[in-house]
Every structure is written in C-alpha cells, then in structure tokens.
C-alpha cells in the first residue's frame, strides 16, 4: 500500500493543520468539517463530524470514491493481476518509540470501544466498519507481541 501521508496529500489532496504527530487534522471531504482525524501510521481515518472512518488508505478510498476493494487496490498500486492480493506478513514498524506504540493502541482501543458500542447499541456493521476492527486488532496485537513472537 502507499504510505499513508504521501497517498493523503498527494492524491487526496488533504491538508493536515499540524506539522507533528502521528494523528493529523483535515478538513473532511465527506462534510466539509474540520474534524478529519488521519492516523499516518496506519493510514486509519475517522471523522469526529460525521462519522465516517475506516482502516486504511483502500478502506478510504473504497469509501470516498465509491469503489470495490479490488478497484481500490487497483487504483493504489497494491494488487497482483493474477486475481490475488499483495499481502506482506505484518512486521513491527522500525523505530516506533513506546509514547507512539501506546497512542497507536489508545485510538485502536477508541475505535473498538465505538465500534462494540454502536454494536451494543443494535447497530449492524457494515464491511468497512468491520475490517477496521480487523485492522485495529492485529495492529494492537502486534505492538504487543514483543520482538521475538512470545507474550
């Protein structure tokens, strides 16, 4: 997949108000707000405004343009034309300083205590909802599987 800042700014054309931090602000393309909430790790969004959030930068592409997930994929680079999906094993990001692993696993734990909310709440999930629970629980257990695969 692209990395997330150059796929936001450069074919998105977001604009994010802070210079630092792995969380960035812009304005949402959905509502026009300025509560867009953009994760450059993981490429994870959410809208404080309307809602709107996903996993990654095809769950946002799929969902901002109306597309299959193999037709995101497409558009990003990311798919083998063989019908199958380039899909690397996780690895642990290099360099991931323990304040950035703790605020990466405070917004994935936010977004599934949403998430088991709305659930809780009658809510039926659809598909981009539940690949970003998905997505959001590897990445928790990956930064907490310590190097060397044993918890």
Known sequence: MPDP???YIATEGLAFREKRGTWRTADCPWHGGQSLRINL????????GCGER??????????RH????VEAARRLGCWI??????????????????ADALA???ADAELLAIEA??????????????????DAAR?????????GGRR
Request: charged share 10%.
């Open 104 to 106: 990466l696993i405070a």
């Open 41 to 48: 790790a993981s490429g994870a969004y959410a809208c404080m």
């Open 139 to 147: 990445r928790v257990l990956l930064l907490a599987t310590p190097p």
């Open 81 to 98: 034309e063989d019908g199958s999906a380039i899909a690397p094993p996780p690895t642990r990001p290099a360099g991931l300083s323990a």
């Open 117 to 134: 909310l709305r659930v809780a709440n009658g809510h039926v999930l659809d598909q981009n909802a539940r690949q970003a629970i998905i």
């Open 66 to 69: 109306g597309l299959t997930f």
């Open 5 to 7: 800042e150059t796929y």
């Open 54 to 63: 996903g996993g990654d930068v095809i769950a946002f592409a799929m969902n």
